[in-house]
């Protein structure tokens, strides 16, 4: 009995540190409704979760995009877009978050 296997890299995740190629050859494997960058050798992924185009980033909760509206240069879209993002309560923990970890930074000046 013979036992085919095919090899499948692993899928994209947010906050991989990739090579080009190796991003490349991941990306094509994902859904079309899931979107990613490679910036700086880390990966920075976006979902689109609705029929009106939005891309909304699961690294930063409250970035929202308007694909739509970001190919035909429609800024008053685009900020009403974003600040609709911008007013969730997933943004606001997300805020909430980074405040409790910079104030227990010690403050460096430089």
């Given amino acids: 009995m013979t036992t085919e296997f095919t090899y499948q890299p ?3 995740e947010p906050g991989d540190h990739l ?6 050859a991941r990306y094509e494997l994902m859904p079309e409704t899931i979107k990613a960058e490679l910036i700086n050798g880390v990966v920075f992924e976006a979902v689109l979760p609705d ?7 699961v690294v930063f909760p409250g ?5 739509p509206a970001l190919l035909a240069l429609d800024g008053k879209k685009l900020i009403a877009t974003l600040q609709l993002g911008i007013e969730t309560r997933e943004h ?3 805020v909430s978050q980074l405040a409790d970890e910079c104030s227990r930074r010690p403050n460096v000046e430089g």
């Fill in 51 to 57: 029929v009106e185009g939005r891309y909304c980033s």
């Fill in 19 to 24: 090579d080009q190629p190796t991003f490349h």
């Fill in 63 to 67: 970035l929202w995009l308007d694909g």
């Fill in 92 to 94: 606001a923990q997300f």
């Fill in 10 to 12: 692993p899928v994209l």
